[in-house]
């Protein structure tokens, strides 16, 4: 589902000699997306080579970039990481903590974002200033990635591309289930680690579990939802088979080393057999065009 926000009206340019170029040819991109309607069902937005568009949403970046509209991008939060180039691109925070003036300041005709990531008040500032919002659901599985594929391509005016990006996807998956098949479910335990200070353990109905089971594992833990914080206690009642981590969150840990000195993790299973997995945190979470892939990786490393 999409939801959008009101008609577009571009922010003046204070940036010297070439303001006055930048807001002639940016009209044009106004006036087409004025005449636009949202939503998956109705007439999509005009997108044209001047179009500005800021993400706040790395799976969204990634998809707008295989759309081929990765020119048009001219800001995004820190998620959006893929491919290499985007962490070029002028950064306004994370997707949870987004400064309006951040955003404003790189003057987009359009923002794109996750309906769960824009809160009311920053979308009514974004609207107040002019620009036009839209923003997608995400369900985290497989036809949930496809449906956001489709609907951002036929929202941006791009339909025909979305079904090659859908096709590698379903290609990506079909290798995954390979290695899939030959696993006997091992217990994985996902903790998000920032030092030893910040250690959470992801519960039941995440994103986390969900990629788990994909991969052809389960979660290690049971009886709550979300996150919560990791104990000695409730790591030796999980007794993981493995251990996953972002790569970054690893890395905070001091490594390998660091995270067996964390109390509990050496009385795990996965401990005892430095059964650890570390990933790129989009790629593993994302649930974007590379989602196939990340299938494919989590499945070979908890085999």
Do not use: W
Not at 102 to 113: E, F, M, R
Not at 230 to 235: G, H, N, P, Q, R
């Amino acid at each position: 589902m999409l939801t959008a926000g009101a008609g577009l009206l571009l922010l003046a340019s204070a940036c010297g000699p070439s303001s006055g170029n930048r807001q002639g040819s940016a009209k044009q991109a106004a006036d087409s997306l004025l005449d636009a309607k949202d939503g998956a069902g109705g007439s999509a937005i005009a997108v044209t080579p001047e179009t500005r568009i800021v993400s706040l949403n790395g799976t969204i970046s990634e998809i707008l970039a295989a759309l081929g509209m990765e020119e048009n991008i001219v800001g995004t939060d820190v998620t959006s990481t893929y491919p290499a180039s985007m962490q070029e691109k002028p950064k306004v925070g994370h997707n949870r903590n987004i400064s309006a003036e951040g955003v404003l300041s790189l003057q987009p005709d359009l923002i794109l974002a996750r309906t769960e990531e824009l809160n009311t008040a920053l979308r009514s500032q974004f609207e107040t200033a002019g620009v036009r919002v839209v923003s997608y659901k995400q369900e985290y599985s497989a036809e949930g990635t496809r449906t956001l594929i489709r609907e951002v391509a036929q929202s941006l005016g791009q339909p025909g591309r979305a079904s090659p990006i859908i096709g590698r996807l379903d290609k990506d998956l079909k290798t995954a289930d390979r290695f899939v098949d030959t696993l006997s479910r091992p217990r994985v335990l996902f903790i998000y680690a920032r030092g030893t200070g910040t250690m959470m353990v992801a519960g039941e109905n995440t994103q986390m579990e969900q990629v788990i089971h994909m991969a052809g594992g389960q979660n290690a833990v049971r009886g709550f939802e979300d996150f919560k914080p990791l104990t000695a206690e409730s790591l030796v009642a999980a007794n993981p088979d493995v251990i996953l981590l972002f790569d970054s969150g690893l890395e905070s840990l001091g490594g390998m080393e660091g995270l067996l000195k964390v109390r509990g993790i050496a009385q795990t299973n996965a401990g005892k057999n430095r059964k650890v997995i570390e990933m790129d945190g989009q790629l593993l979470t994302g649930f974007g065009p590379r989602l196939g892939k990340a299938v494919a990786e989590l499945a070979q490393g908890i085999r």
